[in-house]
């Protein structure tokens, strides 16, 4: 009698960046798909100390190979390099049918692209979820986007010559890969992030009429350092809401942020949380009445996906996915405009109708992310070449 032998695949975490901040966008759609497969290949994950201890929660089954304790000393880029050279060699005692780069990070990428170059047989799929926006409008220090934007750039080049499967989870990020950086169009597949809708629906808390949750990574990007300027704003129109800031990130951000809100004396109806475990998150997001997210980039935009499953509908910038994400359910403001951010979140707050509608759109705008579709999807690549 046969044996089915499982297909063994390399899932290479090697770019996960913790730091108090929380799990991002990415790294949450490889937890969630992965946990949804182990049972049906034999899985190698390769990551940092603080990978092997999120994603242990979920995959249980997989083998762990971690990255040894003394890489995590010096500045991000000295930690991706040293990560990527142990990976390079580490893959290279192993054979594989599939090589997965969750992220197009180089510590990700450039061990992968070595790998398929000495082992054309292997198939490799590699994620791009996000193309950097211009580094000099960028949000944050300009020397350090523009060292990632070049270094991204070069992770484009390896992923175009030699992966066979490039995932991205939206159209626009598909368009512009395959026209700006020549990619090869056939070999783009679109597949979303997605929810665990049961998990949010069991979620059980009392609404707050006048409470307000921003929920994301305390970087630059998220838009962070112009939530005092939105706030006082609202504050303004409507003394009594409050607005509650959840999320991890540098002791040297968190007391930025705090000192953003201190010079414009909004302390009072402001809390600055901090990261919390899903789910104390969850249920002060399901508490509110409405969510803020003045994000300048996203790939999708997972941490509105979450507010929607917990019927939640949100104050956004008018980014161009998410016409194609979230085409309900938001309240959209021109990209930097505070003032017009701050007054739909005011008229959003008074307009109790007008909110319920939105809360009833994004509901039904969230049903089609569920992570168990998106995981057969993704197994789908794996089968074939």
């Given at each position: 009698?046969?044996?089915?032998?499982?297909?063994?695949?390399?899932?290479?975490?090697?770019?996960?960046?913790?730091?108090?901040?929380?799990?991002?966008?990415?790294?949450?759609?490889?937890?969630?798909?992965?946990?949804?497969?182990?049972?049906?290949?034999?899985?190698?994950?390769?990551?940092?100390?603080?990978?092997?201890?999120?994603?242990?929660?979920?995959?249980?089954?997989?083998?762990?190979?971690?990255?040894?304790?003394?890489?995590?000393?010096?500045?991000?880029?000295?930690?991706?390099?040293?990560?990527?050279?142990?990976?390079?060699?580490?893959?290279?005692?192993?054979?594989?049918?599939?090589?997965?780069?969750?992220?197009?990070?180089?510590?990700?990428?450039?061990?992968?692209?070595?790998?398929?170059?000495?082992?054309?047989?292997?198939?490799?799929?590699?994620?791009?979820?996000?193309?950097?926006?211009?580094?000099?409008?960028?949000?944050?220090?300009?020397?350090?986007?523009?060292?990632?934007?070049?270094?991204?750039?070069?992770?484009?080049?390896?992923?175009?010559?030699?992966?066979?499967?490039?995932?991205?989870?939206?159209?626009?990020?598909?368009?512009?890969?395959?026209?700006?950086?020549?990619?090869?169009?056939?070999?783009?597949?679109?597949?979303?992030?997605?929810?665990?809708?049961?998990?949010?629906?069991?979620?059980?808390?009392?609404?707050?009429?006048?409470?307000?949750?921003?929920?994301?990574?305390?970087?630059?990007?998220?838009?962070?350092?112009?939530?005092?300027?939105?706030?006082?704003?609202?504050?303004?129109?409507?003394?009594?809401?409050?607005l509650k800031i959840i999320g991890g990130g540098s002791e040297e951000i968190k007391q930025k942020l705090r000192s953003s809100f201190e010079r414009s004396e909004l302390c009072k109806n402001v809390e600055?949380?901090?990261?919390?475990?899903?789910?104390?998150?969850?249920?002060?997001?399901?508490?509110?009445?409405?969510?803020?997210?003045?994000?300048?980039?996203?790939?999708?935009?997972?941490?509105?996906?979450?507010?929607?499953?917990?019927?939640?509908?949100?104050?956004?910038?008018?980014?161009?996915?998410?016409?194609?994400?979230?085409?309900?359910?938001?309240?959209?403001?021109?990209?930097?405009?505070?003032?017009?951010?701050?007054?739909?979140?005011?008229?959003?707050?008074?307009?109790?109708?007008?909110?319920?509608?939105?809360?009833?759109?994004?509901?039904?705008?969230?049903?089609?992310?569920?992570?168990?579709?998106?995981?057969?999807?993704?197994?789908?690549?794996?089968?074939?070449?």
């Amino acid at each position: 009698m046969s044996t089915y032998k499982k297909k063994k695949i390399a899932l290479l975490i090697n770019a996960f960046w913790n730091s108090g901040a929380g799990i991002s966008g990415g790294d949450q759609r490889a937890m969630q798909i992965f946990c949804r497969l182990e049972k049906k290949f034999d899985i190698d994950i390769y990551t940092s100390a603080d990978g092997k201890k999120v994603f242990n929660k979920e995959i249980k089954s997989a083998k762990y190979i971690v990255s040894p304790q003394e890489f995590e000393k010096g500045n991000v880029l000295l930690r991706y390099w040293r990560r990527s050279n142990w990976l390079t060699g580490k893959l290279a005692e192993k054979k594989y049918s599939v090589i997965y780069s969750s992220s197009d990070f180089f510590p990700d990428v450039t061990p992968a692209h070595v790998y398929k170059k000495n082992n054309p047989r292997v198939l490799w799929v590699s994620c791009v979820f996000h193309i950097y926006p211009n580094w000099r409008k960028r949000p944050g220090n300009k020397f350090i986007n523009l060292i990632g934007t070049r270094i991204q750039i070069e992770s484009f080049k390896k992923i175009r010559s030699l992966a066979d499967k490039v995932v991205n989870i939206n159209y626009q990020v598909r368009d512009e890969l395959a026209g700006k950086y020549k990619f090869d169009k056939q070999k783009i597949i679109v597949n979303p992030c997605g929810i665990d809708l049961k998990y949010f629906e069991n979620i059980k808390a009392k609404k707050q009429p006048l409470q307000v949750c921003f929920i994301a990574r305390l970087v630059p990007s998220k838009g962070i350092f112009d939530l005092a300027d939105i706030w006082s704003q609202v504050a303004k129109k409507m003394p009594t809401a409050k607005l509650k800031i959840i999320g991890g990130g540098s002791e040297e951000i968190k007391q930025k942020l705090r000192s953003s809100f201190e010079r414009s004396e909004l302390c009072k109806n402001v809390e600055i949380l901090g990261f919390l475990e899903n789910d104390k998150a969850y249920k002060i997001l399901k508490g509110s009445a409405l969510f803020i997210f003045p994000s300048y980039e996203e790939g999708f935009g997972i941490a509105i996906a979450e507010a929607f499953a917990c019927g939640v509908p949100a104050v956004t910038w008018d980014l161009p996915v998410y016409k194609e994400v979230f085409p309900k359910g938001l309240a959209i403001a021109k990209i930097g405009d505070t003032g017009s951010f701050a007054k739909n979140v005011s008229g959003l707050l008074s307009d109790k109708k007008k909110l319920f509608r939105l809360a009833v759109e994004a509901l039904d705008v969230v049903q089609k992310y569920d992570w168990d579709g998106i995981a057969k999807t993704e197994m789908s690549f794996f089968i074939t070449k």
